[in-house]
C-alpha cells in the first residue's frame, strides 16, 4: 500500500508478467520456470528442516535459496514462487498481470506439490 501511496497504483509495482526475453510472452515456458523455481526453493526448505541438526543454518539455506530464485527467475517472469504475493498486485495492476496470474498460482502449487513427492521418494 505503502508503495503505491509513492509509486502510483498504476505502475504495476510487484506485479507478476511474462517478461520479454526468454520466455517471450510464452505462457507454457512461464509455467515450467515458476514450476522449477518453486521445486527448487520449497525442496530446500523441506532438505533443511527435515533435520534438528540443521537448525543453526536453515535460516541462511532457506534465505540464499529464495535469493537464487530470484536472481534467475526475475528477468524471466518476476518470479513468484508463492501465490499469495501475486495475487494482490495482479488485481491492483489489472490488464496483462490479471490475466496471467493463474501461471503464477498453478506453477508454483505444482512446484510445491512436486517438491514434497520427490523428497519423500529419496527419502525411503
Known amino acids: 500500500m505503502v508503495l503505491g501511496v509513492v ?4 505502475c504495476g509495482f510487484g ?3 511474462i517478461q520479454a526475453g526468454w520466455v517471450n510472452g510464452n505462457a ?7 514450476i522449477i523455481l518453486t521445486f527448487v526453493f520449497v525442496i530446500a526448505i523441506i532438505g ?7 537448525a543453526a543454518v536453515s535460516g541462511l539455506v532457506i534465505g540464499l535459496a529464495l535469493t537464487l530464485v530470484h536472481i534467475l527467475g526475475i528477468a524471466l517472469t518476476g518470479t513468484s514462487v508463492n501465490p499469495a504475493r501475486s495475487l ?6 489489472g490488464g496483462d498481470a490479471l490475466a496471467q496470474v493463474w501461471i ?21
Open 7 to 10: 509509486f502510483g497504483f498504476d
Open 15 to 17: 506485479a507478476n508478467q
Open 28 to 34: 507454457g515456458s512461464a509455467l515450467l520456470v515458476e
Open 48 to 54: 533443511v528442516t527435515s533435520k534438528v541438526e540443521n
Open 88 to 93: 494482490l498486485p495482479a488485481i491492483f495492476a
Open 104 to 124: 503464477f498460482i498453478v506453477g508454483p502449487l505444482v512446484g510445491g506439490a512436486l517438491a514434497a513427492v520427490v523428497y519423500n521418494y529419496l527419502e525411503k
